[in-house]
């Protein structure tokens, strides 16, 4: 089992940026998805976290500007990124509570990070 983030990049502030992850292999559920962050110096951040019926959470800082969304038939979470600002940048990691089979208890998946970076 793996999750793939990509569509990290160099954007200017105020800009747009809309990254994705999708996890693959052999799955049974997926509970929770999530974005965590983390930029030069600083501990790893949650971002957004969605569990499988829809329900959001946001960090204060990204409240009104981020917006977390997944597809369930597609094992994929989405991360819309708007009014980006410099203090946005940092590695964006996603996260997963998976079971690979109905025996087995949820368990946490990361994936290989994406470099955000918000630049003029």
């Known amino acids: 089992v793996q999750l793939q983030a990509s569509g990290g990049g160099l954007v200017q502030p105020g800009g747009s940026l809309k990254v994705s992850c999708t996890a693959s292999g052999i799955i049974f559920s997926i509970n929770v998805m999530g974005w965590y962050r983390q930029a030069p110096g600083k501990q790893r951040e949650l971002v957004a976290g969605i569990i499988s019926g829809g329900r959001t959470n946001y960090a204060d800082s990204v409240k009104g500007r981020f917006a977390i969304s997944r597809d369930n038939a597609k094992n994929t979470v989405y991360l819309q990124m708007n009014s980006l600002k410099p203090e946005d940048t940092a590695v964006y990691y996603c996260?997963?509570?998976?079971?690979?089979?109905?025996?087995?208890?949820?368990?946490?998946?990361w994936g290989q990070g994406t470099q955000v970076t918000v630049s003029s």
């Open positions: 996260g997963a509570e998976m079971k690979t089979n109905p025996l087995t208890s949820y368990r946490d998946y």
